[in-house]
Nanobody, 124 residues
Framework: QVQLVESGGGLVQAGGSLRLSCAAS????????MGWFRQTPGKEREFVGV????????YYADAVKGRFTISRDDAENTVYLRMNSLKPEDTAVYYC?????????????????WGQGTQVTVSS
């Protein structure tokens, strides 16, 4: 049974930093592209970024480029999202997701497995 479990969310002031973790089990972690998405009430799920299998390449949404960094530890089956210079508009539930496809995707429908999400709230 595949499980993705996010942690590390919380309340932070604007300009601050957080690091989210996503621990995976039940899958060959190194074979998956690992993505991060976020969602706020009433809005569609939004692509944040992805780190391709084996950490070869990373891609980010324009809204977070230069502020967020994804890394992975295949030995620990964990992917991280480091968020710096946080803004109130970064407030959302953040989800990690695993994609087995050959090519990475920014579309949530391409991802095979999802975590339960962790809340990030950035106060102004």
């Amino acid at each position: 049974q595949v499980q993705l479990v996010e942690s590390g969310g919380g309340l932070v002031q604007a300009g601050g930093s957080l690091r989210l973790s996503c621990a995976a089990s039940g899958l060959t972690f190194s074979s998956y592209h690992m993505g991060w998405f976020r969602q706020t009430p009433g809005k569609e799920r939004e692509f944040v970024g992805v780190l391709t299998r084996s950490g070869g390449n990373s891609y980010y949404a324009d809204a977070v480029k230069g502020r967020f960094t994804i890394s992975r530890d295949d030995a620990e089956n964990t992917v991280y999202l480091r968020m710096n210079s946080l803004k109130p508009e970064d407030t959302a539930v953040y989800y990690c997701a695993a994609d087995y496809a050959y090519a990475w995707s920014r579309y949530g429908s391409a991802y095979d497995y999802w975590g339960q999400g962790t809340q990030v709230t950035v106060s102004s």
